[in-house]
């Protein structure tokens, strides 16, 4: 730590800090950009989100700021890392971020989720820099049907290219995050296992969400992961795993062959509020404590006070925290808004 905050990542009375279910804050999902190169209909839908949207740099916090922040949480407590956007490899000198973040002290592990097309440009350079693991999102192998879930932006070719670039590069964890929607690419699921089960990557599916609101979510398009999980069980038997860590998103399965794992993300279904521990800042530092979450708190002002007025700020907020929306969803009221999710990254 650089200097002694007052009660830093404690309650004051040398607790560690918790919010109102008793969860501490561990991960931080940090967007560094709000523009996309895609317009995935279930996140940034074309005719709902501009072309131009996300580029306009002002908005952002620097990467003085972003380093100052992240300082902040690893006194409360805040170990994982996970970069996200947007897209965030449209972050220019994103690799000089991750260098100057995986100095901070605290910090045990720095992740990355992105669509995955600028990773043949930028994998080494995040690899050297100390980016310690890839997500990368792939919903679909089928040339056609993934350009139309890419809102006819991006090809498959591209992204299959940038996870030959993340292995070249030498990451010893990449995961493929598979979103799965009824009667748009479930049967894109055994191809996919088939494709990458004995590839020493993970491959998760993850069940369709009711995050934002330009999506127009609509519960028939959710395919259950218990769903999933038996037509991949049937082809490949699966056996469960215990999960890594206390709070794991995904549940993990191996094949009983021996040639892999894969996971299921199933926040519709089952959801995992209980052991929550995720905070999300958005690319002009805004903190919010649910996926779910209407409004973000705006972090600026503590911000330009520096690191211990930032680390009370968020502090405050923590102890308040009693959100469990996934738990709650049949109950919230309809017209709900939510924050929409290339603010905050997944
Ligand atoms: N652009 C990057 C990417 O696509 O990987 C990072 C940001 S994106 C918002 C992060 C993750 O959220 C992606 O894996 C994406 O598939 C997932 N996502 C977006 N909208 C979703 C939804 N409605 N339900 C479930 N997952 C969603
Ligand atoms: Fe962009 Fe990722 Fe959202 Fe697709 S899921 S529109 S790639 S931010
Ligand atoms: Fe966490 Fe909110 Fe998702 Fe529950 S609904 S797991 S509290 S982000």
Redesign the pocket.
């Known amino acids: 730590m650089s200097d002694a905050a007052p009660s830093a990542g404690r309650d004051g009375q040398d607790a560690p800090l918790h919010d109102r279910l008793h969860r501490p804050l561990h991960d931080l999902r940090l967007s560094v950009i709000e523009a996309?190169?895609?317009?995935?209909p279930?996140?940034?839908p074309a005719g709902e989100v501009p072309d131009d949207y996300g580029f306009d740099a002002a908005t952002r916090l620097s990467f003085d700021e972003i380093e100052t922040l992240v300082r902040a949480f690893t006194r409360l407590g805040m170990r994982k890392l996970r970069l996200?956007?947007?897209?965030p490899l449209l972050r220019r000198d994103l690799p000089a971020l991750v260098a100057r973040l995986s100095r901070v002290d605290g910090i045990e592990d720095i992740a990355l989720?992105?669509?995955g097309v600028l990773l043949p440009r930028h994998a080494t350079a995040l690899r050297q820099a100390g980016l310690g693991r890839v997500t990368i999102?792939l919903d679909a192998l089928d040339p056609a049907l993934f350009h139309a879930m890419?809102?006819g932006r991006?090809e498959v070719a591209d992204v299959l290219a940038g996870i030959e670039a993340a292995r070249a590069a030498g990451f010893p964890v990449i995961k493929l995050n598979c979103?799965v929607q009824r009667g748009v690419n479930e049967h894109q699921v055994l191809p996919l296992v088939e494709r990458f089960r004995d590839s020493g990557m993970v491959l998760r599916f993850i069940e369709y969400m009711d995050v934002g609101t330009c999506n127009h979510w609509r519960r028939e398009g959710v395919v259950p992961s218990a769903e999933l999980r038996d037509l991949i069980h049937a082809r490949w038997p699966l056996r469960p795993l215990d999960p890594r860590y206390r709070g794991e998103v995904a549940d993990r399965y191996g094949f009983a062959d021996g040639r892999g794992e894969i996971g299921f993300v199933s926040s519709v279904t089952s959801p995992f509020c209980g052991d929550c521990h995720r905070a999300r800042v958005s690319a002009d530092g805004r903190l919010y404590t649910c996926l779910f979450a209407g409004d973000g708190s705006d972090l600026r002002p503590a911000l330009a006070r520096g690191e211990s007025a930032l680390a009370g700020q968020v502090a405050s907020i923590w102890r308040e925290r009693g959100d469990r929306y996934s738990e709650i969803r049949g109950q919230a009221a309809g017209s709900r808004r939510h924050v929409e999710?290339?603010l905050v990254?997944?």
Not at 36 to 40: A, Q, V, Y
Not at 84 to 87: F, I, M, Q, R
């Open positions: 996309c190169n895609f317009r995935c279930y996140c940034m996200t956007g947007g897209e989720t992105t669509n999102s890419s809102g991006g979103v999710m290339f990254g997944g």
